[in-house]
């Protein structure tokens, strides 16, 4: 069974890039990774989805390594507005589950 | 509504008796998702639907659970016997079609057992 573990939690400032990565040693060929921003009391929210190398979109940047056994969210010039929970998401090969990271806590100061 | 809709968003029950937890997906969309977020913890997955069918509930807890979903529409998520362990908050996704695809969150129901 797929296992996905990141950091805790991550502090930064305004302005900053902020680099989250998703370790996932046991990701099979076909899966994608998708990453999900939470904030309190809400439903988590898609922000961007790869399979490999690279991917970008208005919010955010997705790099992944060719052996896929990690991936890095990247958020440029990181706001207050950022500060939320973090989650990439697996699907589980052939176990037919999806398998959230255990999630990581970006706290954005000014 | 153009989301995933949920009710209720709180219920409180006492230890022992049974919930029944709705969610309306986004409309179109083919596959519907269970998840469970206990306090402060992270997501875990409870089961799937792709249409009505559930390929695998092997992610459900415990066979006091048990989910439905009818006319590739609404879904309920039964938890009977409640107990205080399974005090949570209840969230449930859609996609238009199953696992890969781009899921949209409701706003969860928040459960707590006496």
């Known amino acids: 069974l797929a296992k996905t573990t990141q950091p805790i939690s991550m502090d930064s400032y305004e302005g900053q890039e902020v680099n989250i990565t998703c370790s996932h040693n046991n990701i099979a060929t076909n899966d994608y990774i998708t990453w999900y921003q939470q904030f309190p009391s809400q439903g988590p929210r898609f922000i961007i989805q790869g399979y490999k190398t690279k991917v970008t979109n208005e919010v955010a940047s997705l790099f992944i390594p060719a052996d896929r056994k990690s991936s890095t969210l990247s958020l440029p010039r990181v706001s207050l507005s950022d500060t939320a929970v973090y989650y990439c998401?697996?699907?589980?090969?052939?176990?037919?589950?999806?398998?959230f990271g255990t999630g990581t806590l970006l706290a954005v100061q000014p | 509504g153009a989301g995933v809709s949920q009710s209720p968003s709180n219920k409180v029950t006492e230890k022992g008796k049974d919930v029944e937890l709705r969610c309306d997906p986004i409309s179109g969309h083919t596959a519907l998702y269970w998840y469970r977020q206990s306090l402060g913890q992270g997501l875990e997955f409870l089961i799937y639907f792709q249409g009505n069918s559930a390929p695998d509930k092997s992610g459900l807890p415990s066979d006091r659970f048990s989910a439905e979903r009818t006319g590739g529409s609404v879904s309920t998520l039964t938890i009977q016997r409640t107990q205080q362990e399974d005090s949570a908050v209840y969230l449930c996704?859609?996609?238009?079609?199953?696992?890969?695809?781009?899921?949209?969150f409701g706003p969860g129901t928040r459960l707590l057992v006496l």
């Open positions: 998401l697996i699907y589980g090969g052939a176990t037919n589950k999806l398998i």
């Open positions: 996704a859609s996609s238009f079609a199953a696992l890969q695809e781009t899921q949209y």
